[in-house]
């Protein structure tokens, strides 16, 4: 009998890159699926491109997985138009291959509470992505309820580290602090704010898809505990040699710039995250998986500004 193969669909970007890198260092069979042409993988993981917002390149994609991982998302301004009929296509893919389906999601669903974020926070989104969020979370546990595919949900924050080029973090903060620039944090920057960093992410995906306790629950991921914008950022800055900048945005200053960046006009949907403390409760995780460490801070952070000064030695 061959090895169980493991399907990471959306393994180009952030999550879905450090979930094959943890699969493989498992000594998982490993299929990277993305959309565009190939890039640097492990050695041993296989590579295959795809459409997967069609029912026939989900399929494809799939075909033959025992635990598929969908980590794929479209660009975020566009999520409630392409995210559910991409993820209907993943769960059809995943049911016809006979699958497991671990998806990545985040905490969108909650909408703004007082306390950190748990899987026992009622979902009552506020915001039109966490709308969407909650729904397709509705679908895949109903989907499991009804004995289509076994499924089980791995949620996160903001997430950063090696390969994370998107989010407020990857896409804003560390290329702002590598600079020598001020870093515009959207909200309050000295109120603890959850981050995840991405090869823990990796990890707990992984622990998730290889174990039947799992199955049919929602877990939120472990995560270090929460620092403030500010002293996650003064991390940074020590690490990469610069001198810290950091400058709070108010709402109205958000609300202008997203005339012109549609990724500042998004922030406004869930500005409760950054405006307000924003922690997590991952006791449920630890206690069905046991004993977890995560990266400490410190090494985490160095590691994340050693990538991104790779990659731009090799874009220069």
Same mark, same amino acid.
């Given at each position: 009998?061959? %090895?169980?193969?493991?399907?990471?669909?959306?393994?180009?970007?952030?999550?879905?890159?450090?979930?094959?890198? /943890?699969?493989?260092?498992?000594?998982?069979?490993?299929?990277?699926?993305?959309?565009?042409? #190939?890039?640097?993988?492990?050695?041993?993981?296989?590579?295959?491109?795809?459409?997967l917002a069609t029912a026939e390149?989900?399929?494809?994609?799939?075909?033959?997985?025992?635990?598929?991982?969908?980590?794929?998302? @479209?660009?975020?301004?566009?999520?409630?138009? /392409?995210?559910?009929?991409?993820?209907?296509?993943?769960?059809?893919?995943? $049911?016809?291959?006979?699958?497991? &389906?671990?998806?990545?999601?985040?905490?969108?669903?909650?909408?703004?509470?007082? =306390?950190?974020?748990?899987?026992?926070?009622?979902?009552? @989104?506020?915001?039109?992505?966490?709308?969407?969020?909650?729904?397709?979370?509705?679908?895949?546990?109903?989907?499991?309820?009804?004995?289509?595919?076994?499924? %089980?949900?791995?949620?996160?924050?903001?997430?950063? =580290?090696? +390969?994370?080029?998107?989010?407020?973090?990857?896409?804003?903060?560390?290329?702002?602090?590598?600079?020598?620039?001020?870093?515009?944090? @959207? =909200?309050?920057?000295?109120?603890?704010?959850?981050?995840?960093?991405?090869?823990?992410? +990796?990890?707990?995906?992984?622990?998730? +898809? $290889?174990?039947?306790?799992?199955?049919?629950?929602?877990?939120?991921?472990?995560?270090?505990?929460?620092?403030?914008?500010?002293?996650?950022? /003064?991390? &940074?800055?020590? #690490? #990469?040699?610069?001198?810290?900048?950091?400058?709070?945005?108010?709402? @109205?200053?958000?609300?202008?710039?997203?005339?012109?960046?549609?990724?500042?006009?998004?922030? &406004?949907?869930?500005?409760?995250?950054?405006?307000?403390?924003?922690?997590?409760?991952?006791?449920?995780?630890?206690?069905?998986? +046991?004993?977890? $460490?995560? %990266?400490?801070?410190?090494?985490?952070? #160095?590691?994340?500004v050693a990538w991104y000064c790779?990659?731009?030695?090799?874009?220069?």
């Amino acid at each position: 009998m061959s %090895t169980p193969l493991h399907v990471v669909l959306g393994a180009s970007g952030g999550i879905g890159s450090a979930v094959v890198r /943890e699969l493989a260092d498992r000594g998982h069979r490993v299929r990277a699926v993305q959309r565009g042409p #190939a890039f640097d993988l492990p050695s041993g993981v296989t590579a295959l491109s795809a459409d997967l917002a069609t029912a026939e390149g989900a399929r494809t994609a799939c075909a033959d997985a025992a635990v598929v991982y969908h980590c794929v998302q @479209p660009p975020y301004h566009r999520w409630p138009q /392409e995210f559910p009929p991409l993820t209907d296509a993943v769960i059809d893919g995943a $049911e016809a291959a006979g699958a497991k &389906l671990v998806f990545a999601d985040n905490l969108y669903l909650y909408g703004p509470i007082d =306390g950190p974020v748990s899987e026992r926070t009622p979902g009552r @989104p506020t915001s039109r992505k966490g709308a969407v969020r909650k729904a397709m979370v509705d679908r895949l546990l109903q989907a499991h309820g009804a004995g289509r595919l076994k499924v %089980t949900i791995g949620q996160a924050s903001d997430y950063y =580290g090696p +390969g994370g080029r998107n989010g407020v973090v990857g896409a804003a903060v560390v290329p702002a602090v590598l600079g020598g620039k001020t870093v515009n944090w @959207p =909200g309050q920057p000295d109120v603890p704010h959850a981050l995840h960093y991405l090869p823990d992410i +990796g990890a707990a995906l992984a622990t998730l +898809g $290889e174990r039947d306790e799992a199955d049919g629950r929602i877990f939120v991921l472990p995560a270090a505990p929460a620092s403030t914008p500010r002293q996650f950022i /003064e991390r &940074l800055a020590a #690490a #990469a040699g610069r001198r810290p900048r950091l400058r709070g945005t108010t709402k @109205p200053l958000m609300r202008l710039a997203g005339l012109v960046n549609p990724a500042a006009r998004e922030l &406004l949907d869930i500005w409760y995250q950054f405006n307000d403390p924003w922690t997590v409760d991952d006791g449920l995780y630890r206690r069905t998986f +046991g004993p977890v $460490e995560t %990266t400490a801070p410190d090494t985490a952070v #160095a590691a994340t500004v050693a990538w991104y000064c790779t990659q731009t030695a090799l874009a220069d």
